[in-house]
């Protein structure tokens, strides 16, 4: 059937053209639409039957008229992938960007990318040293897992991203990371600040870019993260390469799919955004991970803008769902001067367990990091009481806490965006330092070997 | 027969539209050239709408649909437990043999290996008259379960013949008069509850060794329970918990529509850890069904019916089963993708309208019943809910609170301080006490309901004066109030908070957990009595003895040392009056 050209174009709405068609086409084919000047657009097959096709076009639907000319494929949607992605810039349709040539195709790869059986998946369990504090001792990340930014418009998360990406290293091989780096929606300006740090620190040629900028077609956004990941998935599981996939912005990612929704008027769920959104979502995040018999692994790092900061926006809420816990960056913090400004206690790794402790990170990680959270928790909630009755209406306990919460954001969190706190010297001895601010006899998380063992107090005893 | 064979009209999605043939509501249909598995949903006119179990993509109108003449069906016999399946039924182990480490389509797997013997010992012999649901055999399936073969639902008679010795599980075990054949293996309709006698009023409590659930918030064996929480809150990480340790015979984890890692700890975990109850890994009483998030949302409706119905296998059998499903609101979107879909008429939030039935129909597939056989079985039933925003308000929330009699609500401000389980003691009920309240006196101790109100009264004293240290400091209030305090302190530190990866503290028997609530009691009195002696508040709170029966929860044999730490307590706690 391909080859066949149909002019029966009857309604073109927002991204969506609908046609009449003679001969059957399958859902999810690829579509190319040749317009009367010639030029070319893409789409994909979103709904077909006998008498009428729905079409979604990447590039938007402007000029095209009725004369427009539709040829199906009669294939889906498959990206030319080689170990050659590495070190090249390619646009949000995975075409060259940066003037170099074509991708010479090893494998052309489809790029719904199937499920993995969770039959075939292997635990992630290694631990991967960011060399940020704030991350290494109370949310650390393990290599498969998918761990997302939570921020907002304002916020440094880019940096953070970076230098994730810069410092990231495991701590039980010398293999490195390849960056998968994916934008969709984000500024030319943004995006130059990402391309001038991967230059400058030499990461560029260990990264494969896939761009879709603000100005460029919203519909192409739906595609661009599934090109990436595709990507991802090639270089992880056909060539051993472990994996970083850096996603900006997954706000702009769900923007567009309300958009497609709203032009096939579909019934909308929570906030407008349609009702499968949940699903979208988890069909790009569970591309994380590691599977049976493979050395690769994928891990992922989506970052997304809260919409009014607000955690229950159905963006940051659907993907907390989905990923396996969240980094959240506080506004508050990043008012008060501090660098990282992540907000540790609204924070999570779900994997955490499975990568700390002896002979990965160190046996006294999880109590540290239990006990950071319960002081600076308490810490945090008695500044309120503070601000009402003062400081003298706290029994001993309480102002301990009050001041651990200030030097654990003061010396703690913040730290130098190119500075690289390894875990056991720079992350975990720093946390004992600060914890032995607060009476032994009120640090009820820390079980007592290790207070013996790790305090910096009692050791000087020794 | 152009009845039988009809071709696709239309594709959007995993709804397919099929026309030229007229099949029964819920029949599985074979869908397009590659034969993918379908499930009719809706009659229109001529036009029949299909919900397809996997990816649709790449498919035509045009191709062919063929009607198989069954509803979605599981096949139930020796061999399901310690299987992990896909939510219609096909093993995931079988499915990475076929396809490799992606699911990929058009692959049929039976849910049970037909060609695997087992040794069948009878119960019966030629000549008795039996009847649906009896147990006409044993098959060892397990190191601790045996699996007992019944007479499917519907069939009766009188013996002729039965077999003794090692056969698969479609070959015939036993004859009847009437020329009855009856094997191993039986299949059953999900959508539809296995039949029972009666449904009885649940009086013994599901013990699953987390403090907080058994001492405050119990679940009766048969009864059902909700967990709403935001993400984060621990709902699965409970779940899990539950399915660990709980004293259920048979365990049937659902992850509907959830992460792939998850599944995967899961099935890492398992097999190494050992049941309590039997000393043999859980492993050997488990059935797991995984349709992760990624994996088709039509297979992800399914998958609690698929749990559900194995579930009711094994109660029919006489056991005791626990049911997870995690998560239920994956299991309502699904509902929702497929009713937007077909073009339905939303009600709230996008969902169906048919939504709370649909829940309630789930829900009430658990109960403690009298089996066919007369035996005494149940399913308890635990879904998990994961409210958007955490804001319980919405329907899937609702819908399920309305059902369940009990509700373990999570609250992300205790996860946030890492009080785990956060199970906020404030708005999680009950309602099962009552029933239950026979059994703990007979069998834990008799004044067990009394120390339970007296803790959960502590704690909502302290809600009520927390309100007033928000306002004036804690020093503000009088010392009893602040013994108060500490003692409630106490309760949530020391008994409420328990470690779900700790070896030790992961699990607490009910008569350990009465001696802690009691140990927190007696702290309270001799406090009270050395304050009255005119000791201070802060002597009697930092006695190291006090630490030392808190620190112990974490050390092996705790349960028979807390009576010796709870008396040194008392002896420190009286010398503090002489202190000043």
């Known amino acids: ?462 | 027969m152009s009845e039988e064979n009809g071709v696709i009209y239309r594709i959007s999605g995993p709804v397919v539209t099929a026309i030229g043939i007229a099949p029964r509501m819920y029949e599985v249909v074979r869908v397009g050239n590659e034969g993918l598995m379908g499930e009719v949903i809706e009659l229109h006119g001529d036009q029949s709408v299909i919900q397809v179990y996997e990816e649709t993509s790449g498919i035509s109108p045009g191709e062919p649909v063929v009607r198989t003449g069954r509803t979605l069906s599981v096949q139930l016999g020796p061999g399901l437990l310690t299987q992990i399946y896909d939510g219609i039924q096909r093993p995931l182990p079988k499915l990475e043999e076929t396809m490799g480490v992606f699911i990929t389509r058009g692959v049929d797997a039976d849910g049970l290996d037909l060609e695997k013997k087992w040794e069948f010992n009878p119960a019966i012999k030629a000549g008795d008259e039996i009847s649906a649901g009896q147990i006409i055999g044993i098959v060892q399936e397990t190191e601790t379960i045996e699996h007992r073969v019944m007479v499917p639902p519907g069939k009766s008679g009188v013996v002729k013949s039965v077999e003794s010795g090692s056969f698969n599980i479609t070959e015939t075990v036993c004859k009847l008069e009437d020329g009855t054949e009856i094997a191993m293996m039986q299949e059953w309709p999900v959508r539809h509850p296995r039949p029972f006698i009666q449904k009885y009023a649940p009086d013994v409590p599901l013990m699953t060794g987390q403090r907080i659930l058994d001492f405050l918030f119990p679940l009766a064996k048969g009864g059902t329970a909700g967990i709403p929480g935001p993400f984060g809150s621990g709902k699965t990480v409970t779940q899990q918990q539950l399915a660990k340790w709980s004293d259920a015979q048979i365990v049937v984890y659902i992850g509907c529509g959830e992460r792939g890692n998850e599944m995967t700890e899961v099935l890492d975990e398992f097999p190494h850890l050992i049941d309590p109850n039997t000393n043999t890994p859980l492993m050997n009483r488990t059935v797991m069904i995984a349709n992760t998030s990624n994996m088709p949302v039509a297979a992800r409706e399914a998958s609690v019916y698929t749990g559900v119905t194995i579930a009711e296998y094994f109660r029919d059998m006489g056991y005791n089963v626990a049911l997870m499903a995690d998560s239920t609101s994956r299991w309502a979107e699904a509902m929702r993708e497929i009713s937007s879909r077909l073009e339905e008429m939303p009600g709230e939030e996008g969902y169906p309208a048919y939504l709370s039935s649909r829940l309630a129909e789930f829900y009430e597939r658990a109960g403690r019943v009298q089996t066919l056989a007369g035996d005494d079985g149940s399913v308890s039933v635990i879904g998990a809910v994961s409210p958007p925003g955490g804001d319980i308000s919405e329907p899937v929330s609702q819908g399920t609170l309305r059902i369940v009699k009990v509700f373990w609500g999570l609250d992300a401000g205790l996860a946030r301080q890492r009080h785990f389980p956060a199970i906020n003691w404030l708005n999680s009920y009950s309602l099962y006490p009552q029933a239950l309240d026979k059994w703990y006196r007979d069998n834990i101790a008799s004044d067990f309901p009394e120390v339970r109100t007296e803790i959960s009264t502590l704690l909502q004293v302290e809600a009520e004066l927390q309100e007033i240290v928000q306002l004036v400091g804690s020093d503000a209030l009088p010392i009893d109030q602040q013994l108060t305090l500490e003692v409630a302190r106490m309760i949530r530190e020391y008994f409420l908070q328990q470690n779900a990866f700790h070896d030790v503290d992961t699990y607490s028997d009910l008569k350990l957990q009465y001696d802690m609530a009691r140990a927190i009691l007696s702290f309270q009195e001799e406090a009270k009595k050395a304050i009255a002696g005119g000791a201070q508040l802060e002597d009697v709170v930092n006695v190291p003895a006090r630490t030392d029966l808190m620190r112990g929860r974490f050390e092996k044999g705790y349960n028979d040392k807390i009576g010796d730490l709870v008396s040194e307590m008392g002896k420190q706690i009286s010398a503090t009056m002489g202190a000043n």
Not at chain 1, 35 to 59: A, H, P, R, W, Y
Not at chain 1, 185 to 197: L, P, R, S, W
Not at chain 1, 215 to 223: G, N
Not at chain 1, 319 to 337: A, C, D, F, M, P
Request: hydrophobic residues 40%.
């Open chain 1, 1 to 462: 059937m391909s080859g066949k050209e149909y002019r029966t174009i009857t309604d073109v709405k927002g991204p969506l053209v609908f046609l009449n068609k003679t001969e059957p086409v399958s859902f999810g084919e690829i579509v190319q639409l040749r317009l009367s000047d010639g030029s070319m657009k893409n789409g994909q097959v979103l709904d077909t039957s006998d008498d009428q096709v729905i079409v979604q076009v990447f590039e938007g639907t402007a000029s095209i008229d009725r004369q427009t000319g539709v040829k199906f494929l009669g294939d889906v949607f498959k990206l030319p992938v080689s170990k050659g992605l590495i070190g090249r810039i390619l646009d949000g349709a995975g075409r060259p960007r940066d003037g170099g040539p074509e991708i010479v195709a090893d494998e052309m790869a489809d790029i719904i990318g199937a499920a993995i059986n969770p039959y075939s998946r292997q635990s992630p369990k290694s631990f991967i040293q960011t060399g940020i504090s704030a991350i290494d001792a109370c949310t650390s990340l393990v290599r498969g897992q998918k761990l997302p930014i939570f921020s907002a418009s304002g916020l440094p998360h880019n940096d953070i991203a970076l230098q994730i990406a810069r410092q990231a290293k495991l701590v039980d091989s010398d293999d490195d990371f390849v960056v998968v780096f994916c934008a969709m929606g984000i500024t030319a300006e943004e995006y130059n600040f990402f391309v001038h740090d991967l230059e400058r620190t030499g990461a560029l040629e260990n990264a494969a870019l896939f761009v879709n900028l603000a100005d460029d077609p919203a519909v192409e956004r739906l595609i661009t993260p599934r090109l990436a990941l595709t990507a991802a998935e090639y270089l992880a599981f056909e060539h051993d390469y472990h994996v970083l996939v850096i996603y900006t912005d997954m706000t702009n990612y769900c923007e567009s799919l309300r958009q497609i929704g709203a032009a096939r008027e579909e019934v909308p769920g929570r906030r407008g955004y349609p009702g499968y959104m949940y699903t979208d979502l988890a069909m790009l995040y569970e591309r994380a991970g590691l599977v049976k018999g493979k050395k690769g692994s994928i891990t992922q790092f989506p970052i997304l803008t809260m919409p009014g900061d607000d955690i229950t926006h159905p963006i940051p809420d659907l993907s907390g769902y989905i990923t396996e816990g969240q980094i959240v960056i506080s506004r508050e913090l990043h008012q008060k001067g501090i660098y990282p400004p992540i907000n540790v206690l609204p924070s999570l790794s779900r994997l955490m367990n499975a990568g700390i402790g002896p002979g990965k990170t160190r046996e006294d990680h999880k109590s540290v990091s239990d006990q950071l959270y319960a002081a600076y928790a308490q810490g945090r909630e008695l500044r309120g009481l503070v601000a009402i009755v003062g400081e003298d209406a706290l029994n001993e306990r309480d102002l301990q806490m009050l001041k651990f919460s200030d030097i654990f954001e003061d010396q703690f969190l913040r730290q130098g965006r190119d500075e690289d706190r390894p875990i056991q010297e720079g992350t975990l001895d720093l946390a004992w330092d600060l914890l032995s601010n607060i009476d032994t006899k009120f640090l009820v998380r820390l079980e007592q070997k290790w207070i013996d063992k790790y305090h910096p107090t009692d050791k000087k005893e020794e």
